[in-house]
Nanobody, 121 residues
Framework: QVHLVESGGGLVQAGGSLRLSCAAS????????MGWYRQAPGKQRELVAT???????NYADSVKGRFTISRNNAKNTVTLQMNSLKPEDTAVYFC???????????????WGQGTQVTVSS
């Protein structure tokens, strides 16, 4: 079993910064793609940023230039640095990871429980 645990959400004023962290734990052999998604009230979950095990990144247009995703492969962690936050960034942010567990060859996709980010105007 694999668990993803997020931390770092909270309340911040517009223009401020927050740093989200996610740690994958459990019976892990390797993690492939990791990323962050968000879901605002009444809206569908959307991609924020992803990063491959090689460090290649992909960002939603709405966060390019403001958010930075990074990872530590040895620790199975992924971090999202969010700068110049806007009220429209308010959402529950979810960590996501493709994980290959010890003793198996199949890759499974896991989600964290989510962490609330609220940006006040």
């Amino acid at each position: 079993q694999v668990h993803l645990v997020e931390s770092g959400g909270g309340l911040v004023q517009a223009g401020g910064s927050l740093r989200l962290s996610c740690a994958a734990s459990g019976n892990i052999r390797s993690t492939n793609n990791m990323g962050w998604y968000r879901q605002a009230p009444g809206k569908q979950r959307e991609l924020v940023a992803t990063i491959t095990s090689a460090g290649n990144t992909n960002y939603a247009d709405s966060v390019k230039g403001r958010f930075t995703i990074s990872r530590n492969n040895a620790k199975n962690t992924v971090t999202l640095q969010m700068n110049s936050l806007k009220p429209e960034d308010t959402a529950v942010y979810f960590c996501n990871a493709d994980v290959i567990e010890l003793g198996v060859v199949t890759r499974y996709n896991y989600w964290g429980q989510g962490t609330q980010v609220t940006v006040s105007s």
